[in-house]
């Protein structure tokens, strides 16, 4: 019998650790009524990646509701654009669509463009654009900041802000250049 309480109490220890180190979707998603997770959903723009951890089950069921709310309000989300994914971040792109992430990407790449590798994005730099396809929908793209040269990339701050029906949605992003290049382009 002195076996069997140890026995017992370590069966349990393993079990708790085992749960612990299973990510909290994992642990708690059958909790949940929800059969689309993650990188399943199609329209799962702008919420992470597959296998991001850090959402958890409070996250994906708020994210959930939020999404439900959204599309039977009628409120449109759109996919990236490839072709643009190198000039416009995940979060602006999500919320324009194709002709409007092309006007945007324009935008950045006006306010990023010099006539030569040793030439520079002037801070404060700004291009506008007003959506041909929606009404009530523009955007800005500005160059907020330089970074000082490390090593081989030349680095710019630019901060996208988009107005959709009064509601403004602003992203910085990170653009970097290698030597020889003339066009910056987001880096992760």
Known sequence: MAFSMPRAAMM???LALAAVSLPAQAQ?????D???RG???ADNCGKGKKGD?????LGGLLGGAVDQVTRNAGLPSFLPVPEFSDQLSESIACRLDPEE???AAEATLSVTRTDSEDAVPEVGASASWTSETRENVSGTSTVTGREASRGDLDCIT???VVIIEGE??????RMCRAPGSARYSIIA
């Open 28 to 32: 708690l998603g059958g909790l949940f």
């Open 53 to 57: 951890r850090g959402r958890g089950a």
């Open 158 to 160: 630019v901060t996208d």
């Open 168 to 173: 403004e949605t602003r992203a910085e992003k």
């Open 12 to 14: 349990t220890g393993a």
């Open 39 to 41: 990188a399943e959903k």
């Open 34 to 36: 929800s059969t689309r």
């Open 101 to 103: 992430q092309k006007q």
